[in-house]
């Protein structure tokens, strides 16, 4: 069993207030996270916001050195990395190594760009020097989820350090041992307290948003997003947040049901449905309904995934199918807790959906697609676009005028196109309202954790 400890101040340190972390393909123990107090991230923040200044002052090339030594050593971790992952949050482990592959390629594509990420000069008088420049933030919390938890803590991390920031990392208490395991890795190879993780939940995280930081950088749900804005309002840090998504998939009458089926499942069921970017909720054409549900079913029978997180998740995302079952839904496909330790859930096909379900109107996190039939791809895309939510969506069609139209209407950071995952490498977006606010990813988020300062420069009267 792992023991997490915290990193404060250049430090391992035992905390107090532990809890167990249990495995949810079987209900054994995995972990015993402690709960870092207010005193701790005070420690944690007040050593960063010291070791913060030589490291700014440290060449770009010898911070992208770090960053690049950095990621190979994750690389060598990789095994016992994913084994814990999947022990803590039930992605299979093939599947976990993937993950941490993902974020291995996103520490070293910001040991290539933070070099180069710079600002401009400015054509202003001809005696006078104008520059715009790009200086590090400070001291960045990034305070990161369980569903994906290296990659993200990679994309975090690697932007805020290679651009001269000190962190203080806190990883969900779904997932610490994960966050100790990644966190110890990665440490030796920057400057002491330039790196720090503290273990804990929601209070830990809480603390830490309302703490002397410079940016708080929140990868996670809705509701904590809007806890961290209203704490970061009152000390005027700088807010990022990556958050939830209820994000539609909208089926054309004139594709091959099959295929549509097909890519529904993937979109809903991988990683049991726990991806920001999952297909949560389906608008189907009733021109080809009946075909694809039924391929459907077929595709949720032979889908193979991990547990849910854990009991407590499983019992929630239950409860939404429940709800739809109670307003009218059709269960084609699972929708049974199965009688076994842990916290499994099928693959669960629901149809005869409308607009009012919990299942259809918020985040399930789980590997359920409901499934919502209407008889015009224009209603479908206008019930997709209505959402609190506005993080990705997909559109499966032969028409290239529809494509268009639904790439116009549908207010998302992402709209993807006969894909419900594609996309090229590097691409970033604006979340848009419950789903966040600034660029979480991309060559973009080295702007989010720099500030850019201008300076205007003038000879004295007489010359220098
Ligand atoms: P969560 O917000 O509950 O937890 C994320 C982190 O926030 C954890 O470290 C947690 O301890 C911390 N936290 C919880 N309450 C806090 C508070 N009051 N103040 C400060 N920190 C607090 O989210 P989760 O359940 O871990 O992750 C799942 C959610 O993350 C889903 O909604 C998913 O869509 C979203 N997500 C979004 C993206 C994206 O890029 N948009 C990526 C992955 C996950």
Same mark, same amino acid.
């Given at each position: 069993?792992?023991?997490? +400890?915290?990193?404060?101040?250049?430090?391992?340190?035992?905390?107090?207030?532990?809890?167990?972390?249990?495995?949810?393909?079987?209900? $054994?123990?995995?972990? /015993?996270?402690?709960? =870092?107090?207010?005193?701790?991230?005070?420690?944690?923040?007040?050593?960063?916001?010291?070791?913060?200044?030589?490291?700014?002052?440290?060449?770009?090339?010898?911070?992208?050195?770090?960053?690049?030594?950095?990621?190979?050593?994750?690389?060598?971790? $990789?095994?016992?990395?994913?084994?814990?992952?999947? =022990?803590?949050?039930?992605?299979?482990?093939?599947?976990?190594?993937?993950?941490?592959?993902?974020?291995?390629?996103?520490?070293?594509?910001? =040991?290539? #760009?933070?070099?180069?990420?710079?600002?401009?000069?400015?054509?202003?008088?001809?005696?006078?020097?104008?520059?715009?420049?790009?200086?590090?933030?400070?001291?960045?919390?990034?305070? $990161?989820?369980?569903?994906?938890?290296?990659?993200?803590?990679?994309?975090?991390?690697?932007?805020?350090?290679? /651009?001269?920031?000190? @962190?203080?990392?806190?990883?969900?208490?779904?997932?610490?041992?994960?966050?100790?395991?990644?966190?110890?890795?990665?440490?030796?190879?920057?400057?002491?307290?330039?790196?720090?993780?503290?273990?804990?939940?929601? !209070?830990?995280?809480?603390?830490?948003?309302?703490?002397?930081?410079?940016?708080?950088?929140?990868?996670?749900?809705?509701?904590?997003?809007?806890?961290?804005?209203?704490?970061?309002?009152?000390?005027?840090?700088?807010?990022?947040?990556?958050? %939830?998504?209820?994000?539609?998939? @909208?089926?054309?009458?004139?594709?091959?049901?099959?295929?549509?089926?097909?890519?529904?499942?993937?979109?809903?069921?991988?990683?049991?449905?726990?991806?920001?970017?999952?297909? +949560?909720?389906?608008?189907?054409?009733?021109?080809?309904?009946?075909?694809?549900?039924? =391929?459907?079913?077929?595709?949720?029978?032979?889908? +193979?995934?991990?547990? #849910?997180?854990?009991?407590?998740?499983? /019992?929630?995302?239950?409860?939404?199918?429940?709800?739809?079952?109670?307003?009218?839904?059709?269960?084609?496909?699972?929708?049974?807790?199965?009688?076994? !330790?842990?916290?499994?859930?099928?693959?669960?096909?629901?149809?005869?959906?409308?607009?009012?379900?919990?299942? @259809? +109107?918020?985040? /399930?996190?789980? !590997?359920?697609?409901?499934?919502?039939?209407?008889?015009?791809?224009?209603?479908?895309?206008?019930?997709?676009?209505?959402? !609190?939510?506005?993080?990705?969506?997909?559109?499966? $069609?032969?028409?290239?005028?529809?494509?268009?139209?639904?790439?116009?209407? #549908?207010?998302?950071?992402?709209?993807?196109?006969?894909?419900?995952?594609?996309?090229?490498?590097?691409?970033?977006?604006?979340?848009?309202?419950?789903?966040?606010?600034?660029? %979480?990813?991309?060559?973009?988020?080295?702007?989010?954790?720099?500030?850019?300062?201008?300076?205007?420069?003038?000879?004295?009267?007489?010359?220098?």
């Amino acid at each position: 069993m792992h023991i997490v +400890e915290h990193l404060i101040a250049g430090a391992w340190t035992a905390g107090r207030d532990t809890s167990t972390v249990i495995d949810p393909h079987d209900g $054994t123990p995995v972990s /015993t996270v402690p709960a =870092a107090t207010p005193h701790e991230v005070a420690l944690a923040v007040a050593a960063a916001r010291g070791a913060q200044p030589d490291w700014a002052a440290t060449a770009p090339d010898a911070r992208a050195d770090a960053l690049r030594s950095a990621a190979t050593a994750v690389e060598h971790a $990789t095994g016992a990395l994913a084994r814990t992952m999947s =022990a803590e949050m039930g992605k299979p482990e093939h599947e976990a190594a993937a993950s941490i592959a993902a974020g291995v390629g996103t520490l070293r594509q910001y =040991a290539e #760009l933070g070099p180069l990420h710079g600002g401009r000069t400015l054509g202003g008088d001809l005696g006078a020097l104008d520059l715009m420049l790009r200086e590090p933030r400070g001291v960045v919390a990034a305070i $990161t989820p369980w569903n994906d938890p290296v990659a993200i803590a990679c994309g975090l991390l690697g932007a805020a350090l290679v /651009t001269g920031n000190a @962190v203080v990392h806190k990883p969900s208490e779904r997932t610490p041992a994960t966050g100790w395991l990644l966190t110890k890795v990665l440490e030796p190879h920057f400057p002491p307290s330039v790196l720090s993780m503290l273990a804990g939940a929601g !209070p830990t995280g809480a603390a830490l948003a309302e703490s002397a930081v410079d940016v708080v950088a929140h990868v996670g749900s809705t509701a904590t997003g809007r806890a961290i804005a209203a704490a970061a309002a009152r000390t005027g840090a700088k807010v990022l947040l990556e958050n %939830g998504g209820c994000d539609p998939l @909208v089926v054309d009458g004139d594709v091959d049901p099959a295929w549509a089926a097909q890519q529904a499942a993937m979109g809903a069921f991988a990683n049991a449905g726990q991806i920001c970017v999952s297909v +949560e909720r389906i608008y189907v054409h009733q021109d080809v309904a009946e075909d694809f549900l039924a =391929a459907l079913v077929k595709e949720a029978a032979a889908f +193979e995934i991990g547990p #849910l997180v854990d009991v407590r998740h499983r /019992t929630g995302v239950h409860g939404q199918v429940v709800d739809a079952l109670d307003r009218g839904a059709r269960l084609l496909a699972g929708g049974v807790v199965p009688d076994r !330790p842990g916290a499994w859930y099928p693959p669960t096909v629901l149809a005869s959906c409308t607009d009012e379900m919990r299942v @259809v +109107e918020s985040e /399930t996190f789980g !590997p359920v697609a409901a499934v919502v039939e209407v008889p015009s791809f224009d209603e479908a895309l206008r019930r997709a676009a209505r959402s !609190p939510y506005g993080l990705a969506a997909t559109v499966l $069609t032969g028409s290239m005028s529809n494509a268009h139209w639904a790439s116009q209407q #549908l207010e998302a950071g992402t709209v993807k196109i006969n894909a419900v995952f594609g996309g090229a490498p590097g691409g970033a977006a604006h979340p848009r309202r419950g789903s966040g606010q600034g660029f %979480g990813y991309g060559p973009e988020l080295l702007d989010e954790m720099t500030a850019t300062k201008v300076v205007h420069l003038e000879a004295p009267p007489g010359g220098w």
